[in-house]
T-cell receptor, first 112, second 114 residues
Framework: AQSVAQPEDQVNVAEGNPLTVKCTYSVSGNPYLFWYVQYPNRGLQFLLKYITGDNLVKGSYGFEAEFNKSQTSFHLKKPSALVSDSALYFCAVSGATNKLIFGTGTLLAVQP | NAGVTQTPKFQVLKTGQSMTLQCAQDMNHEYMSWYRQDPGMGLRLIHYSVGAGITDQGEVPNGYNVSRSTTEDFPLRLLSAAPSQTSVYFC?????????????FGDGTRLSIL
């Protein structure tokens, strides 16, 4: 069965500092990996995806993620955090099945 | 394009009542799905469909029914509401069946069961 783990319920970072939101996955076969962001009272918005190819994936709003097959990880990163980045972030994976399974989410809080 | 539209946005039901959550997309997407979001549990897949006339169960299908008579619509039915079904429900669609395209989400239906 496929699964996603986001080990941190919340990540706190000061504005201007780099941020990392962690994600590990378990799936049969090659993974399709995604990051989504959710703002209050809204649906999820797509940030970036890894399907194949370069392990460093760039996405919207300056976010990027690094795929590490040996560690089965897909951590979300940004070099310099903004207060407006504060939101709930979800990692998701689909594999041999076509179901997209989500992690439990990580709340990112960026302090001014 | 409106994208994915969910109605109603809010609903309060009594235990045992039935209702249908509506979901429509105008992007001609084959794949549609329903999730519920609960605090600390992320999004859990309820049911999904890879095309008109085809549906399948996700992680938490009990207590919910779906049908897909058209490409555009994918309603979710609660046959006999229970307090455990209090949640925020999201509908999503994507263009491919295979899973390598991102999903587009509606803004959700906030459902309370008393």
């Amino acid at each position: 069965a496929q699964s996603v783990a986001q080990p941190e319920d919340q990540v706190n970072v000061a504005e201007g500092n780099p941020l990392t939101v962690k994600c590990t996955y378990s799936v049969s076969g090659n993974p399709y990996l995604f990051w989504y962001v959710q703002y209050p009272n809204r649906g999820l918005q797509f940030l970036l995806k890894y399907i194949t190819g370069d392990n460093l994936v760039k996405g919207s709003y300056g976010f990027e993620a690094e795929f590490n097959k040996s560690q089965t990880s897909f951590h979300l990163k940004k070099p310099s955090a903004l207060v407006s980045d504060s939101a709930l972030y979800f990692c998701a994976v689909s594999g041999a099945t076509n179901k997209l399974i989500f992690g439990t989410g990580t709340l990112l809080a960026v302090q001014p | 394009n409106a994208g994915v539209t969910q109605t109603p946005k809010f609903q309060v039901l009594k235990t045992g009542q039935s209702m249908t959550l509506q979901c429509a997309q105008d992007m001609n997407h084959e794949y549609m799905s329903w999730y519920r979001q609960d605090p600390g549990m992320g999004l859990r897949l309820i049911h999904y469909s890879v095309g008109a006339g085809i549906t399948d169960q996700g992680e938490v299908p009990n207590g919910y029914n779906v049908s897909r008579s058209t490409t555009e619509d994918f309603p979710l039915r609660l046959l006999s509401a229970a307090p455990s079904q209090t949640s925020v429900y999201f509908c999503a669609s994507r263009s491919d069946r295979g899973g390598n395209q991102p999903q587009h989400f509606g803004d959700g239906t906030r459902l309370s069961i008393l």
